[in-house]
Structure formats: structure tokens, C-alpha cells
Nanobody, 123 residues
């Protein structure tokens, strides 16, 4: 079993900053891609940013230049620094990880999600 636990959401004024954190735990062999997705009310879940173990990043166009994703591979953790926040960034943010985990005598690669953390940008 693998668990992802997020923290760092909250209420912030437009132009403000927040830092999200996510830590993975459990029977982990290695984690390939880690990233952040978000889902606003009435909308589908969308990619915000991802990062490979080697450091390759991918961002949604609307957050480029404002958000920065980073990882601490030894801690199985991923972070999202969000600056210059806008009301349209309001959503539940989910951590995601592509994890190779121990399963019985071998390993298995599966996709895991955190429980989500609310980010609200409002004056």
C-alpha cells in the first residue's frame, strides 16, 4: 500500500503565494513521475505540473512563470510553489505519483492520488 498526503492549501488573496507539499509513504521501490492536478467546481480534473525523477518538468500553460514544481527524491516528496495566484487558480489540488511498489514477491507500478487540498484565491 502507498499513501500520498498533501498539505499547504488555504485561503489567499489575489497576487499572494502558497506552497503545497505532498509526501508518499508505504512499500515504495521507486517513484517515476510526481505531479499536481487540480479540479475546480463543475470542471474536469486538469494537469498543473509534473516532474520526472530526473527533473524534467511539464506545466500547464496558464501556470507557467507563476508556479514551480520541485521534488525531494530521497523523501518521496513533491512540492508546488504557487506565486501571483489568481481567482481562477481556485480548486482542489491533488498530488499524483506513478509508483513502483512491493507487491508480494515482486513489484507493481500503479498510479496513486492524494486526498486533495483546497486552494481558494479570493479577496
Amino acid at each position: 500500500q502507498v499513501q500520498l498526503v498533501e498539505s499547504g492549501g488555504g485561503l489567499v488573496q489575489p497576487g499572494g503565494s502558497l506552497r503545497l507539499s505532498c509526501a508518499a509513504s508505504g512499500s515504495i521501490v521507486e517513484i517515476n513521475v510526481m505531479g499536481w492536478y487540480r479540479q475546480a467546481p463543475g470542471k474536469e480534473r486538469e494537469l498543473v505540473a509534473t516532474m520526472t525523477t530526473g527533473g524534467t518538468t511539464n506545466y500547464q500553460d496558464s501556470v507557467k512563470g507563476r508556479f514551480t514544481i520541485s521534488r525531494h527524491n530521497a523523501k518521496n516528496a513533491v512540492y508546488l510553489q504557487m506565486n501571483s495566484l489568481k481567482p481562477e487558480d481556485t480548486a482542489v489540488y491533488y498530488c499524483n505519483a506513478d509508483v513502483v511498489a512491493w507487491l508480494g514477491p515482486g513489484t507493481r507500478t500503479s498510479d496513486y492520488w492524494g486526498q486533495g487540498t483546497q486552494v481558494t484565491v479570493s479577496s
